[in-house]
């Protein structure tokens, strides 16, 4: 497969690195040469300067035939023009970067389809939808609807007095139908879980649920249920501001903003929210503003490492859910290991959202998970499934992968080793990002 990626900022240099690990035809372009570097000596693609509006660039980087041209520049109208240009000089499908919500309307789909914009994708949207799920449970390090709610990711850190501790998974302590964990994350290592491994203290566990048993489970990982209504955002940026206009009717927001333009901004965005300009790093200054009593601590700036210790700050005033946007990937194990609660990373979501246009049909949906390294995958069973063909215990699965669950006539399953896969199940497996291509052959048609 032949992708062109236009863009080589944080999301378009991270997209591109990923796929080139997929033995693909990668070419990256940008306008400056110093983002590019030395992409193309350490990384398996090709880089080139050159302006993604530029008919003679594209031509010269090749995008007639190419399977895909995305455009991730910051500027969505060089993203809209680069790709109906691309689309007209013969490339396949094309994807533009956009931030601009009303494109993504339904109604609009057709309409931008037939100009020849194939897909469009508004990351700080799929990162604020993140947040809004992330508040709903607060209990939760992290919660995943899947298969259309049948079924849920739910990713808790466990304490020592959790009554899933110290237990091994072959000890039948596990043996009751009502969860299935699909991975531990310890340390900096994600863990597939067999027999004789037990959860330690300190562990992230990554469990598939049903949503009728979320109580269960809450009471053996030890957590406490606490309802989230005061909210405070630390920095007005446009994650926050699609955040906070979802979730404005349900909730007490204030959102704390150094900069005065962009506070006046957003007061004419966001009626039901308080915009106070402050500095939201400094201690007296989330003092004045209700630190104390906030039950929830939303760190959204540019600055990753601004973001990780004001949630460390947040929970020393005893803020009971805390959200930190990284996006910087070398902190993102370091934040976990420091505790600041959940992390967001724009490009992980981004390029997880990407990915799965590039696999086979049989795959419904991909998520990546920004704390561990894995995705969770959403494949459809079909007639040729080679899945079908026995029970999920002879599957003989690649190393770092696991089925979780099943749906069947929209009713969510959990799997174990006797559950025998059917054609038109939705399969809900768990695994380490370099095995998803070993696994399509399992499902692919």
């Given at each position: 497969m032949r992708i062109i990626i236009a863009g080589a900022g944080e999301v378009g240099t991270h997209l591109a690195k990923l796929l080139s690990r997929e033995n693909m035809d990668i070419?990256?372009?940008?306008?400056?040469?110093?983002?590019?570097?030395?992409?193309?000596?350490?990384?398996?693609?090709?880089?080139?300067?050159?302006?993604p509006t530029s008919i003679h660039d594209l031509k010269d980087i090749g995008v007639k035939g190419c399977d895909l041209f995305i455009s991730v520049t910051p500027d969505e109208s060089t993203n809209m023009t680069a790709c109906l240009i691309a689309n007209q000089l013969g490339a396949k499908r094309t994807l533009a970067r956009i931030d601009n919500y009303e494109y993504l309307l339904p109604e609009n789909k057709k309409f931008f389809e037939g100009m020849g914009l194939h897909h469009l994708i508004y990351p700080e949207v799929l990162a604020a939808n993140e947040i809004q799920e992330s508040l709903k449970n607060s209990w939760m390090r992290y919660h995943m609807s899947l298969c259309d709610g049948a079924l849920a990711l739910c990713v808790v850190k466990v304490r020592e007095e959790a009554p899933i501790v110290g237990h091994t998974f072959m000890s039948g302590f596990f043996e009751h139908g009502k969860y299935r964990v699909v991975a531990l994350k310890r340390g900096a290592e994600t863990l597939i879980p067999r027999g004789t491994d037990s959860v330690q203290v300190g562990d992230m566990v990554y469990a598939i649920c049903l949503n009728e048993d979320l109580e269960f489970f809450r009471e053996q990982t030890g957590k406490v249920k606490r309802d989230i209504q005061n909210v405070i955002f630390f920095g007005g940026s446009r994650i926050a501001q699609k955040a906070a206009q979802s979730l404005s009717d349900e909730l007490n927001i204030k959102i704390l903003e150094t900069?005065?333009?962009?506070?006046?901004?957003?007061?004419?965005?966001?009626?039901?929210?308080?915009?106070?300009?402050?500095?939201?790093?400094?201690?007296?200054?989330?003092?004045?503003?209700?630190?104390?009593?906030?039950?929830?601590?939303?760190?959204?700036?540019?600055?990753?490492?601004?973001?990780?210790?004001?949630?460390?700050?947040?929970?020393?005033?005893?803020?009971?859910?805390?959200?930190?946007?990284?996006?910087?990937?070398d902190y993102i194990t370091m934040a976990e290991g420091l505790d600041v609660g959940a992390v967001l990373n724009k490009k992980n979501i981004t390029a997880s959202y990407i990915y799965q246009m590039l696999l086979n049909a049989t795959v419904l949906n991909v998520h990546n998970l920004t704390s561990a390294d894995a995705e969770i995958v959403e494949f459809m069973a079909t007639e040729e499934s080679k899945a079908t063909n026995c029970k999920v215990r002879d599957m003989n699965l690649p190393d770092g992968a696991t089925i979780g669950g099943i749906v069947r006539a929209g009713e969510g399953i959990l799997v174990n080793g006797e559950t025998q896969i059917l054609p038109n199940d939705k399969v809900v497996v768990l695994c380490r990002n370099e095995v998803i291509r070993k696994l399509e052959k399992y499902f692919k048609e």
């Open positions: 070419s990256l372009m940008d306008e400056h040469q110093e983002r590019l570097g030395a992409l193309d000596t350490d990384y398996d693609m090709i880089t080139r300067v050159g302006s900069d005065r333009e962009r506070c006046e901004y957003l007061s004419q965005k966001l009626s039901n929210v308080l915009i106070i300009n402050t500095d939201g790093s400094n201690m007296e200054n989330l003092k004045e503003e209700g630190i104390e009593d906030a039950d929830a601590f939303v760190a959204l700036t540019e600055n990753s490492e601004a973001n990780i210790f004001a949630c460390l700050a947040a929970k020393r005033f005893g803020v009971h859910k805390t959200i930190a946007d990284v996006e910087n990937i």
